[in-house]
């Protein structure tokens, strides 16, 4: 068979821990027999990480700001343990963390679904995706506990020499206080991902907010919203897609009654919160595939999860191990298509449908991994090792390209 051929290279992040193992049975298996791979090869494994003082990183964000498309193998982040698991020069900040800040995006989360594994919400029929702004408000909020009478109050003093005060609040006793921000500029960037990203995808985009309680805050992303809606608002007119606004408690209602098939963007906190409600709800976070949107238009694809730790060192005790390598799979396959996308490589853009069609198939004929099983109705199915399962989608790709 002829290999598909590439003109420019992708970013390939490697990684850890079983993971590391997945991606190279996935490249073995299901890449490289087809594709004439073409990519520039970043070890983001920890050795190497910390061999290169974590530079290794910051070269694949830069590679990824060049070229435009990057596929990621989960890696770990370092915490006080991996410091000595691991003999770490320094307790290295996490990747994806760096790449995102570097990137300046956003992370869209949807999930993989497959009709014998049915949402615990009846009504959704279509995945929902996750758009959850990554800057700032709690997460990088300052907080006080006050342990007794006082004036709380919120200050701000400009460069000009103007300034702003406002009392929170006169505590008769001890209470707890709160700051946090957010910068225009990082909502912005927020919002040209989601609309870039719904375009993309060819879906409705929802936002929420809590601005009829937080009339300046919250109201500020929505008015940052609706600027830069205006700039895509042709565009999603002309396809019939909707920019659609409400209050977060109204979309919670709605996204339960509705059938799914949309990106809904949320604020920090509420993004944290619903991305780990909507995967619970769809089945897995083995299934649950996750994609960096920078708003100039770079893109960065990962598995929602992270490197399978405890599976790892049953594989290093020699025992066999049954990891879904769905999600990480269907990075590939993400980026793949992007890249077909972008440098009009029909064959590339096809390979990608046919590899993701071949899990289906795989899946739906009830082969499958042992964290899928309990989860499937309808069907009896034979849970296999990672290895199997991949040589089993190998099997069926070969039958869709021959
Ligand atoms: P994890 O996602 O690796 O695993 C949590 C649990 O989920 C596992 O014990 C397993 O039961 C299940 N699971 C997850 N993925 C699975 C798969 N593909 N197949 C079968 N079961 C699966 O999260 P963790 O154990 O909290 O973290 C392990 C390491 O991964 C940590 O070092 C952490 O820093 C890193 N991490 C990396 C990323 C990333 O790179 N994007 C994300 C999260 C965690």
Redesign the pocket.
């Known amino acids: 068979m002829k290999k598909i051929q590439m003109t420019t290279p992708l970013v390939e992040m490697d990684?850890d821990?079983m993971t590391r193992i997945l991606w190279k049975m996935i490249k073995d298996e299901l890449i490289l027999p087809f594709v004439d791979l073409k990519a520039e090869y970043y070890d983001l494994g920890l050795p190497y990480r910390d061999e290169t003082r974590d530079q290794v990183t910051f070269d694949s964000a830069e590679a990824t700001k060049k070229y435009g498309v990057a596929v990621k193998c989960?890696?770990?982040?370092p915490n006080h343990q991996?410091m000595d698991e691991y003999k770490l020069h320094e307790m290295w900040k996490s990747?994806?963390g760096t790449i995102r800040s570097m990137l300046d995006g956003t992370v869209f989360r949807a999930p993989i679904t497959i009709p014998s594994i049915k949402p615990a919400v009846k009504s959704w029929e279509k995945p929902i995706t996750i758009a959850r702004h990554a800057y700032g408000d709690v997460y990088k909020g300052v907080e006080i506990r006050n342990e007794e009478e006082g004036t709380a109050k919120l200050v701000f003093e400009g460069k000009s020499g103007k300034k702003e005060e406002v009392v929170i609040h006169e505590f008769k006793g001890p209470g707890i206080i709160q700051g946090m921000h957010n910068t225009d500029r990082s909502i912005r960037s927020f919002a040209h991902s989601c609309f870039k990203y719904a375009l993309d995808t060819n879906q409705d985009l929802w936002f929420s907010t809590k601005d009829t309680i937080s009339k300046k805050y919250d109201a500020q992303f929505r008015i940052v919203f609706e600027e830069v809606f205006q700039e895509y608002k042709e565009e999603f007119d002309k396809r019939g897609l909707e920019y659609f606004y409400t209050l977060i408690d109204d979309a919670v209602a709605r996204v339960i009654r509705s059938k799914g098939g949309y990106i809904w963007a949320c604020k920090n906190y509420d993004g944290d919160v619903m991305s780990d409600m909507v995967s619970t709800a769809f089945g897995s976070?083995?299934m649950m595939t996750s994609v960096l949107v920078s708003p100039d238009g770079k893109y960065e694809y990962?598995?929602?999860?992270?490197?399978?730790?405890?599976?790892y060192y049953k594989h290093l005790a020699g025992e066999e191990t049954s990891?879904?390598?769905m999600?990480t799979i269907f990075a590939w396959s993400g980026a793949f298509r992007k890249r077909g996308e972008l440098d009009n490589l029909p064959e590339l853009v096809k390979y990608a449908d046919e590899l993701e069609a071949a899990c289906f198939d795989t899946l739906n004929e009830g082969i499958v991994?042992k964290?899928l099983v309990n989860l499937m109705e309808g069907i009896t199915p034979t849970a296999v090792n990672s290895e199997n399962f991949i040589k089993a989608i190998r099997q069926r790709l070969e039958k869709r390209l021959a």
């Open positions: 990684g821990e989960a890696t770990i982040t991996r990747p994806n976070l083995a990962e598995a929602a999860h992270g490197t399978v730790t405890r599976h990891t879904n390598p999600a991994t964290d």
